[in-house]
Structure formats: structure tokens, C-alpha cells
Nanobody, 123 residues
């Protein structure tokens, strides 16, 4: 079982910046892909950005150039640097990880979600 702890959310004015963190812990052999998702009020959860174990990144079109996803493999931690924030960036941000773990006698893969952190951007 992998636990994810998110932090860094808050209230910020439009044009401001925030950095989110997602720390993974538990019986992890390796963490594979990691990603950030956002759920705005009354809307479905949507992809914000993803990063592979090799550092290849992918962003939703609305976040390109403003957000930067990164990870520290030694710390099993992922970050989302958010700049030039807009009111439409408001929502609960969730981290998601795909990982490999060992359960004798085999390796297995799994996925976990964080509890979410609220980001509110005021106009």
C-alpha cells in the first residue's frame, strides 16, 4: 500500500504562484509515472500534467508554459510549480502515482491517489 501526502495548496491572487508537493511512502519498489489532476466545482477530474520515471513530461494545453511538473526520485516526491495562476485554475488538485511493489513471490503494479489539496485563485 502506498500513501500519498499532498501539500502546498492555498489561496492566491490571479497572476500569483504556488508550488504543490506530493510525497509517496510505503512498500514501494519503484515509482513509475506520476501525475497531477484537478477537479473544479461541478466538473470532472481532469489531467493537469504527468511525468514518467525518466522525466518525460506532458501537460494539458491550458497549463503549457505556466506549470512545471518535476520529481525527486530519491525522495519519492513530485512537485507542481504553478505560475501566472488564473481563476479557472481553481479546484482540488490530486496527485496520482503508478508504482511497483513486491509481494512474495512476485512484483506487482498499483496506483494510488492523494487526498487532494485545494487551490483557490481569486480575480
Amino acid at each position: 500500500q502506498v500513501q500519498l501526502v499532498e501539500s502546498g495548496g492555498g489561496l492566491v491572487q490571479a497572476g500569483g504562484s504556488l508550488t504543490l508537493s506530493c510525497a509517496a511512502s510505503g512498500s514501494i519498489f519503484s515509482i513509475n509515472a506520476m501525475g497531477w489532476y484537478r477537479q473544479a466545482p461541478g466538473k470532472q477530474r481532469e489531467l493537469v500534467a504527468t511525468i514518467t520515471s525518466g522525466g518525460i513530461t506532458n501537460y494539458a494545453d491550458s497549463e503549457k508554459g505556466r506549470f512545471t511538473i518535476s520529481r525527486d526520485n530519491a525522495k519519492n516526491t513530485m512537485y507542481l510549480q504553478m505560475n501566472s495562476l488564473k481563476p479557472e485554475d481553481t479546484g482540488v488538485y490530486y496527485c496520482n502515482v503508478y508504482y511497483t511493489y513486491f509481494s512474495n513471490p512476485f512484483y506487482h503494479t498499483g496506483s494510488s491517489w492523494g487526498q487532494g489539496t485545494q487551490v483557490t485563485v481569486s480575480s
